[in-house]
């Protein structure tokens, strides 16, 4: 499976379940028996176990001040945001407390807005168990995570265009970051352009330092935020090769 790490894994001194590290996981928003069932594919992990469920934005406070600490939080899109502020605000909220993963993105024309808001996992809701565990164990270890599955797509009639901000990059280093942003590690990436490992290597690196980034997380963040990738028409619908074999 493919990872972006963005920073440190938010596992450190949780309490082990068997051999392994356990994130807390808030599941917040969506209809009742919805959140029971997500909570307890959640439960049945190794490495996650639900603290709270809530249905609103009030109720998710009111557990933080509980003193949930949660290190993920799994947020569905019809959310009551109960005050006038949009679901990417409530993204931005979120964020600054936990990971955050979006569930049941109704449009994949929202899902530039959510990743710039700081969601690092878009989740549809057709995903199965075994993917929606994936994506979670990902995102908490700093992956970045997009799965459009069936989400309606933008129109598709407009020309492609390279984008402006990208137009510092080579042919070549625009190919790369696109399959980085769809998934792919430098060794897929390298088998599936004919290029040694390596050169792929030195292609993320060059382009680290053309757009003065630190991460390879932060180019597909600015993948999705220069338009080169584009919800719906680049082809970035993914959890990886490993994700589909888990379905």
């Given amino acids: 499976m493919a990872e972006f790490w963005t920073g440190r894994a938010m596992t450190e001194g949780l309490p082990s379940r068997k051999e392994g590290l356990v994130n807390k996981v808030i599941v917040a928003g969506g209809p009742s028996l919805v959140r029971a069932a997500l909570a307890k594919v959640i ?28 290190d993920l939080v799994l947020l569905d899109s019809s959310i009551d945001t109960g005050r006038p502020v949009d679901f990417t605000g409530l993204i931005r909220e979120v964020r600054a407390v936990a990971r955050t993963v979006v569930f049941g993105v109704p449009s994949a024309q929202e899902v530039d807005a959510q990743v710039r808001a700081g969601a690092t996992g878009i989740l549809t809701a057709d995903v199965s168990a075994s993917q929606l565990v994936s994506a979670l164990e990902t995102v908490s270890r700093g992956g970045l995570v997009i799965a459009l599955g069936t989400v309606p797509s933008v129109d598709t009639a407009s020309p492609q265009v390279v984008p402006e901000p990208t137009r510092d990059l080579s042919a070549r280093e625009r190919e790369v970051l696109t399959m980085l942003s769809r998934g792919q590690d430098s060794a897929s ?40 990738i584009v919800p719906g028409r680049t082809h970035t619908s993914f959890i990886g090769d490993g994700l589909r074999a888990a379905s």
């Fill in 189 to 228: 990436i390298a088998r599936d352009l004919g290029l040694s490992p390596l050169t792929v290597k030195t292609h993320i690196t060059r382009m680290l330092g053309k757009l003065g980034m630190r991460q390879r997380g932060q180019l597909v963040a600015f993948a999705y935020e220069s338009g080169l």
């Fill in 43 to 70: 439960d049945a992990s190794l490495t996650m176990r639900v603290v709270g469920e809530v249905a609103h934005r009030d109720d998710f406070e009111d557990l933080l001040e509980a003193g949930a600490d949660p």
